[in-house]
């Protein structure tokens, strides 16, 4: 599996990790897209053969496997969507990962929203928020702070607006492809 790397200005720091992540994913090659933490551990052996052989089927609403957001269990947990795998097409049919500096917000509530959701419980990911020994690190600080502080949430008006036009973009392109008697 090739890897690339991308430097690029840091920008507003953590404030602009929305950007960085709709830029990378812009970019990406592969069918899922994944953002990872440097605090966070795969605990499941073979974890991608899983990943790609669980299909939606029966198990969402609409069977479209491409309008699919995979989400593992965190920390023993199946239900939090910090970690999640991504099918770029999402990304593709939206122009962008994220609309919010809180991507994994953004895209669990969309995808919640339009019942896009598939639980993954064999799949396991362990996540130390920020913690190296009993401290936080320094990247778990500055998010921490930007969270506090941001303004651009899905709960205004903007950012309900948006989510609404994503989904119906993402709705429509379900409603395009659906087949037999889910009509």
């Not at 778990?140 to 950012?159: F, I, K, L, P, Q």
Request: aromatic share 10%.
């Amino acid at each position: 599996c090739p890897v690339r790397a991308f430097c690029s200005p840091r920008g507003n720091g953590y404030a602009d990790m929305h950007l960085w992540i709709n830029h990378l994913a812009s970019l990406a090659e592969g069918k899922w897209l994944i953002i990872w933490n440097d605090d966070a551990r795969m605990l499941t052996p073979e974890w991608d053969m899983l990943v790609e052989h669980s299909f939606a089927d029966e198990k969402v609403w609409h069977g479209v496997d491409e309008i699919l957001c995979k989400v593992p269990r965190l920390n023993g947990e199946l239900g939090c969507t910090a970690f999640f795998f991504l099918n770029r097409r999402v990304v593709e049919i939206l122009g962008r990962f994220s609309y919010i500096l809180h991507c994994d917000t953004w895209v669990a509530s969309i995808m919640k929203f339009i019942d896009s959701l598939l639980f993954l419980p064999m799949v396991d990911v362990h996540h130390m928020e920020g913690k190296v020994g009993e401290e936080r690190d320094t990247v778990w600080h500055e998010a921490n702070h930007v969270r506090a502080s941001s303004e651009c949430t899905t709960r205004n008006m903007d950012g309900t607006r948006q989510k609404l036009e994503d989904a119906l973009k993402l709705h429509l392109y379900i409603a395009e492809r659906f087949v037999g008697d889910k009509k």
